[in-house]
């Protein structure tokens, strides 16, 4: 992180960070991505859907270690987490150079992945905007004599090109620091200061989550994909929907293909107390196991 986009992140909570993913990898991750979301449209229902403890249910597709949310239909969306266990071509996005760069600069202690999912969004469809102002401790922002200390920092990469009316992602500029909650509205585009960001393939946009955000709705005529991978201090947990606060869920197949640095970036807690083993206690992981 040079010193402008310093600057610029601590003034905004925001960064679009344009080329960051080059465009031979655009393109086998959006292959990778439209190929899970067929087959996540073809899942019968379980039997056994898993709950989150925000509530909403979701679907352990077992065979490709992924949790399912949603249903591809007009203002449907589908959230897949844990998406490293579905295909290889995503171990780049663990420790992405640039991405570990800006993370590793707002961060303070070692650095740990707590979020993964792909987001479908369908037209029709919006994020409602969460975030910004008062909201505690778990994501603040925060700054001291050493620089910046946030809890928790996203990078949403994007595979095609995003205009406002395409459900763009969207921020109020400068919320991560607000004294006053947010006036709310439904729809994010309808709240004060509330602006989409446009953006094309292989861009990014990095956040704290303290900022307030959301999706604009989307209203062009194409099926919105984005990749979102959240990172911490070690001692957060998963920051899934599906596996809030339990360990993060990756395979024995995926663990196995890991090299020990990616490995790390899922470990939560002090690494002595976890030498090299698959970091089990999601619940997904254990439902996998047995
Ligand atoms: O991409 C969107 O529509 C919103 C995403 C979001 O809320 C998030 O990544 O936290």
Redesign the pocket.
């Known amino acids: 992180m040079d010193t402008f986009q310093r600057y610029e992140f601590d003034r905004q909570g925001y960064l679009v960070l344009r080329n960051l993913i080059p465009a031979d990898l655009v393109s086998r991750l959006s292959a990778t991505v439209e190929r899970i979301e067929e087959s996540a449209s073809a899942l019968a229902p379980d039997d056994r859907p898993h709950r989150s403890l925000w509530g909403s249910t979701y679907h352990h597709d077992r065979r490709q270690g992924v949790l399912i949310h949603g249903q591809r239909k007009q203002g449907g969306t589908f959230l897949i987490e844990d998406f490293w266990n579905a295909d290889p071509v995503f171990d780049q996005l663990i420790d992405f150079p640039a991405t570990m760069d800006i993370v590793r600069a707002v961060v303070r202690d070692r650095v740990t992945i707590n979020n993964s999912?792909i987001?479908i969004?369908y037209q029709g469809n919006?994020?409602g905007a969460?975030m910004g102002g008062p909201i505690g401790k778990k994501y603040q922002y925060r700054t001291d004599v050493d620089g910046i200390d946030c809890t928790m920092v996203?990078m949403?990469y994007f595979l095609q090109h995003v205009k406002a009316e395409d459900?763009a992602?969207?921020v109020v500029p400068g919320t991560h620091k607000s004294a006053f909650p947010p006036p709310t509205a439904k729809l994010p585009e309808d709240e004060p200061g509330a602006i989409p960001l446009e953006v094309g393939p292989g861009d990014a946009i990095f956040f704290t989550?303290h900022l307030r955000?959301?999706?604009f709705t989307n209203r062009g005529n194409q099926t919105?994909r984005?990749l979102?991978v959240g990172y911490g201090p070690c001692w957060m947990r998963s920051q899934n929907i599906a596996t809030m606060d339990e360990m993060p869920y990756l395979t024995p197949a995926t663990w196995e293909r890991l090299t020990p640095a990616r490995r790390e970036l899922f470990l939560a807690g002090p690494i002595e107390n976890q030498g090299s083993r698959l970091p089990h206690g999601s619940r997904a992981a254990l439902l996998s196991a047995g």
């Open positions: 999912e987001r969004r919006y994020t969460h996203r949403v459900g992602f969207s989550e955000h959301g999706g919105r984005t979102h």
